[in-house]
């Protein structure tokens, strides 16, 4: 029974980081994109094809640029994490005094006594492979899990991060496909705010903190940057009408 609750501990820390992924890149990719639909329709006097052009093209961008960049970060902060591990391996074989010295303060900076802390020691350093790998969980922070085939977890991570942004940027667009103007700006504020709500509530889930002020804190961003979006774009039309105005005359 003991084993199955943790066994289910794991399962859920396991899809905690896959949610996060997903979360995270529902997130960018509302924001990023309720703000430039809003400067296109702005700056374009409503043009709903330039927008749905514009938004398709910061779609397929920003997808391949997020799911890259998780791929090249996760990649390399898994490749420090398995030389680090390897280095604690050879340190294990060839001064396994400093790995006893290294596990021995760790217990005792989590409350243990320097007498259980050695105990606790002398029984590990029976088997130098448990020991190794308790050096490297208390004293390094490196899990088995971090080392464990980094190329298969950054990829599954990366194609997560680009299919969690490629949705999130669909939605603000998908009014302008049906609708033009005022009608299909507003809807398209209303469909990012409502996502970045249910976003903001998985975020204060997941981060442990008020599920409602993380929605409405994010809804409030969401809009403000659709509002900040659609006025830089009036601007920038207006300027750019000016310069023609007098290009012409």
Not at 81 to 102: K, L
């Amino acid at each position: 029974m003991a084993l199955t609750r943790i066994a289910r501990a794991r399962t859920r820390i396991e899809r905690g980081s896959r949610v996060r992924e997903v979360v995270f890149g529902l997130q960018d990719a509302l924001l990023a994109t309720v703000g430039l639909v809003a400067g296109v329709d702005g700056a374009t006097r409503q043009n709903s094809r330039v927008v749905i052009f514009a938004g398709l093209s910061h779609l397929v961008a920003g997808a391949i640029s997020m799911g890259a960049g998780e791929y090249l970060s996760s990649a390399a902060q898994r490749r420090v994490t398995s030389a680090a591990a390897r280095d604690a391996q050879r340190i294990g074989a060839d001064e396994p005094y400093v790995v006893q010295e290294g596990v021995l303060t760790a217990l005792e900076a989590e409350g243990l006594d320097r007498a259980a802390a050695y105990r606790v020691v002398d029984l590990l350093s029976s088997s130098p492979g448990a020991l190794t790998t308790m050096f490297q969980a208390t004293a390094l922070g490196i899990s088995g899990e971090d080392t464990e085939q980094p190329r298969r977890q950054a990829l599954g991570g990366a194609i997560v991060m680009g299919l969690s942004f490629a949705l999130g940027a669909i939605l603000p667009v998908i009014p302008y496909f049906a609708l033009s103007g005022h009608a299909a700006l507003l809807l398209s504020i209303g469909i990012a705010a409502a996502a970045i709500f249910a976003v903001g509530a998985a975020i204060g889930r997941l981060s442990e903190d008020n599920p409602l002020r993380a929605a409405v804190e994010f809804s409030i961003i969401a809009v403000g940057a659709g509002g900040i979006g659609y006025a830089a774009g009036l601007v920038i039309s207006a300027i750019a009408g000016q310069t023609v105005s007098a290009g012409v005359g």
